[in-house]
């Protein structure tokens, strides 16, 4: 079934992979890992991981496919906005590429809703298209489908130009959590979102490095989400930026819902 979710960009989540291992300073306090380790072990654990180790078995975040969740947007009548893989990352080592193609041609036919395919592994999502490219018309990824990656910081910055090299209509970063002032070159990107960490180990948000890609965005006519500020919880800080909520998304989401 369909995962409603408190992530103010989305509407929906969809896993037909969950775990991952930490790849950078924005992995340190995962929400998906302490999910994992808190309330959803045991239904982790049940499944073979990919790499089926004594460890694996034992770990709820080791990298597991789904295929039985496969089905899920063709069940699904309203059109929504799903973001793919809250709980893991599609474009991981271990995903085998069959799966990830199973995933996209998913998501190529029930195409009445729109992806939001986030991954800190921008190469390897880079490769998987170049290779498979037979997928899509015209030799690009249609605009229902957002392809994405995590910029939490300026030596995250390096993964906006592999996402760059993908030929599709709608690519985004998520500068969240933002641990430091960034500065991005935006061309060939189509929206940004920004947001300061939740949780008991919360790093804090300076506004000012929030201002920065506002502006940044602004001058490049590229569409700003503010996801929060931050804090203990996820609601703690509030979501006011300059006292207004920025909620900005690409224009191919009008027309992709049509």
């Given at each position: 079934m369909a995962r409603n979710t408190g992530i103010e960009w989305t509407d929906s989540t969809w896993n037909p992979v969950t775990g991952c291992t930490q790849v950078s300073?924005?992995?340190?306090?995962?929400?998906?890992?302490?999910?994992?380790?808190?309330?959803?072990?045991?239904?982790?654990?049940?499944?073979q991981p990919e790499r089926d180790t004594p460890a694996g078995r034992r770990d709820p975040f080791a990298v597991r496919t789904w295929p039985q969740r496969l089905v899920e947007p063709h069940t699904w009548k309203q059109p929504r906005r799903v973001f793919v893989n809250s709980m893991g990352d599609l474009f991981h080592a271990h995903i085998p590429v069959a799966f990830i193609r199973t995933v996209f041609e998913v998501m190529l036919t029930a195409d009445i809703h729109i992806y939001q395919v986030l991954t800190k592994r921008p190469a390897r999502m880079e490769r998987f298209i170049r290779n498979n490219i037979d997928l899509f018309a015209h030799g690009e990824v249609p605009a229902h489908i957002w392809l994405g990656t995590s910029v939490e910081d300026q030596k995250a910055v390096f993964r906006v130009a592999q996402l760059r090299c993908i030929p599709a209509r709608v690519r985004f970063l998520s500068c969240e959590p933002l641990l430091g002032p960034v500065i991005l070159d935006l061309d060939g990107i189509h929206w940004v979102i920004a947001g300061g960490e939740s949780g008991v180990h919360h790093r804090p948000l300076a506004l000012a490095w929030v201002r920065s890609l506002r502006d940044a965005c602004s001058g490049a006519h590229v569409p700003f989400f503010f996801k929060q500020v931050g804090g203990r919880t996820p609601k703690?800080?509030?979501?006011?930026?300059?006292?207004?909520?920025?909620?900005?998304?690409?224009n191919s989401l009008a027309s992709a819902f049509k």
């Open positions: 300073a924005g992995c340190d306090n995962c929400y998906a890992l302490t999910l994992a380790n808190r309330l959803l072990r045991g239904h982790y654990t049940a499944r703690a800080g509030g979501r006011l930026l300059d006292g207004k909520v920025w909620s900005e998304y690409p």
